[in-house]
């Protein structure tokens, strides 16, 4: 079974520029949430979306926002980037059973200049 | 909010030695869940405990659920290289929802 992929692997933006990062699951897995990563804050939860819906959302401000399409991928964007928003977002995959384990992807790394 | 937090926050120690991470929370979880994260790449589930009490073994690895469901522990036996990473706890407390924890860097030098 392929695992998660996330594309693009590396990205490089300036500050009030948009992004989009896109994940695909694991085959079956219906559950995808995506993550940011940083030194400081450690990893923080910003959304899931299950069955093309928001199912849990995270302390994040309205610059960041997913969707998910029917056969389960998924994207996330960011919008008028912040220094701050330099991250390594990681996009991880559920079937949504089995205690919610996750299946992460290497992550796209996101540096804002 | 629930907060998971991790001690120690980095761990050098050299090969052979035995180490014990620590996950503390105020919070119940239903479940935790324990990954390791290599440079460069995403985390990878390690083992899921659900019991109060509950004892896991992964080779040289023994994970511990808490009696309360709050606590959790990873002693590793005999340490190697390739344990080096960054481990990471993560506790479900419902809704589907998982809350990492602040993360230990353990590195082990030959």
């Known amino acids: 079974k392929a695992g998660v992929t996330q594309t693009p692997r590396y990205l490089i933006k300036t500050r009030g520029q948009q992004v989009t990062l896109s994940c695909s699951p694991i085959s079956g897995h219906r559950s995808v949430s995506w993550y940011q990563q940083t030194p400081g804050q450690g990893l923080q939860f910003l959304f899931e979306?299950?069955?093309?819906?928001?199912?849990n959302k995270g302390n994040f401000p309205g610059r960041f926002s997913g969707r998910q399409f029917s056969n389960s991928r998924s994207e996330m964007n960011v919008s008028t980037l912040e220094l701050g928003d330099s991250a390594l977002y990681l996009c991880?995959?559920?079937?949504?059973?089995?205690?919610?384990?996750?299946?992460f992807g290497p992550g796209t790394r996101l540096t804002v200049l | 909010t629930q907060l998971l937090e991790q001690s120690p926050q980095f761990l050098s120690i050299q090969e052979g030695e035995n180490l014990t991470v620590y996950c503390n929370s105020s919070s119940v979880f239903s479940s935790l869940q324990w990954y390791r994260q290599e440079p460069g790449e995403g985390p990878v589930l390690l083992v899921t405990v659900v019991t109060g009490g509950e004892v896991k073994k992964l080779k040289r690895l023994t994970f511990q659920f808490g009696d309360a469901r709050k606590d959790s522990s990873l002693h590793i036996t005999a340490a190697q290289p390739g344990d080096t990473g960054l481990y990471l706890c993560?506790?479900?407390?419902?809704?589907?929802?998982?809350?990492f924890g602040t993360g230990t860097q353990l590195k082990v030098e030959l």
């Open positions: 991880a995959s559920s079937s949504g059973q089995n205690y919610n384990e996750q299946f």
């Open positions: 993560a506790g479900e407390g419902g809704g589907n929802k998982l809350t």
């Open positions: 979306y299950f069955s093309e819906t928001q199912r």
